[in-house]
């Protein structure tokens, strides 16, 4: 079964330091997507970036950038040079994408982010 | 370009009662997917419609649960009689048929926050 595990549940960093969000995928479908959402607190789901299982480069989105290493099923979060407005609840989340790229997304629990001044 | 909007942004209501939720997706994607947030836990799957159709329901969690996509359009979610342990975000989301730059990326709402006393 398909299991996303985020095992930072809160992270405090200091502004402009890089931070590292801690997330690792258990799937058997060889095609899958992995993504990360920003969830401020104003609530509101925000797509930050797309892994696709057979992409040879790892993404990367302004600022964003994921670590992805597929032997060891992981895929963190990078953000370079974080910003008080970072201040959210990430989530790591997959698709198993074999059968069809509409199928439901499956969330990790999150990491809170807490970016200091 | 509007993005998915969701009403109401917050209900309460009392153990038994109906809340019918509704969700419009961004025009022209026939992509419709229901998740949820218990506080604290994973955000879950509902439910994925395309078009008018349920191409999934596997995550509704019972038959107090009823979900609709009138004409493909927007889409409600009736839960009836209400229970405690149905309080939580309730988020829609919506993407293209067909392949995107990020394999169908799902748009998500603002979400409903939901307490049931």
């Known amino acids: 079964a398909q299991k996303i595990t985020q095992t930072q549940p809160g992270m405090f960093v200091q502004e402009k330091e890089a931070v590292t969000l801690d997330c690792t995928y258990d799937?058997?479908?060889?095609?899958?997507?992995l993504f990360w959402y920003k969830q401020p607190s104003s609530g509101e789901m925000i797509f930050l970036i797309y892994?696709?299982?057979?992409?040879?480069q790892n993404a990367t989105e302004g600022r964003y950038s994921l670590n992805f290493q597929k032997a060891r099923k992981s895929a963190n979060l990078v953000i370079s040079a974080s910003q008080l407005g970072d201040s959210a609840m990430y989530f790591c989340?997959?698709?198993?994408?074999?059968?069809?790229?509409?199928?439901?997304?499956?969330f990790g629990k999150g990491t809170r982010l807490h970016i200091l001044p | 370009e509007a993005g998915v909007t969701q009403f109401p942004s917050h209900s309460v209501i009392e153990k038994g009662q109906t809340v019918t939720l509704r969700c419009d997706p961004i025009?022209?994607?026939?992509?419709l997917y229901w998740y949820r947030r218990v506080m604290g836990k994973e955000i879950k799957f509902l439910l994925h419609?395309?078009?008018?159709?349920?191409?999934?329901e596997s995550g509704m969690p019972n038959n107090r649960f009823l979900a609709e996509r009138t004409g493909g359009t927007y889409s409600t979610l009736k839960v009836q009689p209400a229970e405690l342990e149905d309080s939580g975000v309730y988020f829609c989301?919506?993407?293209?048929?067909?392949?995107?730059?990020?394999?169908?990326?799902?748009?998500f709402g603002p979400g409903t926050r939901l307490t049931v006393l």
């Open positions: 989340a997959m698709r198993e994408e074999t059968m069809n790229r509409d199928d439901k997304i499956i």
């Open positions: 025009s022209g994607h026939d992509n």
């Open positions: 989301a919506s993407s293209q048929m067909g392949r995107g730059r990020w394999g169908n990326e799902q748009f």
């Open positions: 892994q696709g299982s057979y992409d040879q």
């Open positions: 799937t058997s479908d060889p095609s899958y997507g």
């Open positions: 419609f395309v078009k008018e159709s349920k191409q999934d």
